[in-house]
């Protein structure tokens, strides 16, 4: 299927996509707003404690790397909820792994969090 856009116009309707998918997300999960205040909260912190340009951007990228994964965990419980309500334990273990990548990039977070900022205290 061939896309009516191209050139500047397709990068356009590109963002306005991105923009709706943030939207949707935002107002439908409660999940991703604690995920993306808790990381707003920490990038603040972050930006007053004495870190290299380096350690910051390994802080900010672990802290991104949790909304990432919180929304694929978003897309996969989307897309398994579409193809119906019912039980089936496939669906189940399709949200249980998207689920596990979010505990894993919490994980990955706290520990580069704990490895960079125990030796300032």
Request: hydrophobic letters at 60%; glycine letters at 4%.
């Amino acid at each position: 299927m061939k896309s009516e856009y191209t050139g500047i116009k397709r990068i356009l309707k590109a963002f306005q996509y991105s923009f709706d998918g943030f939207a949707a997300t935002f107002k439908s999960e409660a999940a991703f707003r604690q995920d993306l205040f808790f990381c707003i909260i920490c990038g603040f912190v972050f930006c007053f404690l004495p870190l290299s340009g380096l350690q910051l951007a390994f802080l900010f990228f672990s802290l991104f790397l949790i909304l990432f994964m919180e929304l694929i965990n978003t897309a996969i419980e989307t897309i398994i909820d579409r193809i119906g309500e019912n039980f089936h334990l496939l669906s189940k273990k399709a949200k249980d792994i998207g689920s596990l990548l979010v505990l894993l990039a919490f994980t990955h977070f706290f520990i580069a969090a704990a490895i960079i900022l125990l030796p300032l205290f």
